[in-house]
């Protein structure tokens, strides 16, 4: 199981230094314990922590095909997920979505999605 936490502080209102990211939004909960739970099945996901709950994220894109593609990939694994635009002001990630949005573009199998995002959680 690979988590990331993303700080509120990289989740702000558009501002001169944010870009558009869409996120795949999996669930929000109460607490830590709660999403711990609720996660237990997902191999790699990401959250913030915003006014005290948990924003659970699946993936990320800047690409509206790259977004279809995981919206797909995720439905055909019978998640609920939700699409959400977020400005994001994380350089770090920001800087590493160019190719993670190449690679997702250039695959076809759900299997190569699922690696792809294994491995954009080791940033």
Same mark, same amino acid.
């Given at each position: 199981?690979? +988590? #990331?936490?993303?700080?509120?502080?990289?989740? #702000?209102?558009?501002?001169?230094?944010?870009?558009?990211? !869409?996120? /795949?939004?999996?669930?929000?909960?109460?607490?830590?314990?709660? @999403? @711990?739970?609720?996660?237990?099945?997902?191999?790699?996901? /990401?959250?913030?922590?915003?006014?005290?709950?948990? !924003?659970?994220?699946?993936?990320?894109?800047?690409?509206?095909?790259?977004?279809? =593609?995981?919206?797909?990939?995720?439905? &055909?694994?019978?998640?609920?997920?939700?699409?959400?635009?977020?400005?994001?002001?994380?350089? =770090?990630?920001? &800087?590493? /979505?160019? +190719?993670? &949005?190449?690679?997702?573009?250039?695959?076809?199998?759900?299997?190569?999605? #699922?690696?792809?995002?294994?491995? /954009? !959680?080791?940033?």
């Amino acid at each position: 199981l690979v +988590t #990331k936490s993303i700080t509120k502080d990289y989740i #702000k209102p558009i501002s001169t230094n944010s870009e558009l990211v !869409y996120f /795949i939004q999996y669930g929000v909960f109460s607490s830590y314990e709660s @999403m @711990m739970n609720n996660t237990e099945t997902i191999e790699s996901y /990401i959250y913030s922590i915003i006014e005290d709950k948990y !924003y659970v994220y699946l993936g990320f894109t800047q690409n509206e095909k790259c977004l279809e =593609k995981l919206k797909g990939y995720f439905k &055909d694994l019978k998640y609920n997920i939700y699409s959400k635009e977020i400005y994001l002001n994380n350089q =770090k990630l920001l &800087d590493i /979505i160019p +190719t993670y &949005d190449a690679l997702l573009l250039n695959v076809t199998s759900n299997e190569s999605i #699922k690696y792809i995002l294994k491995h /954009i !959680y080791d940033i």
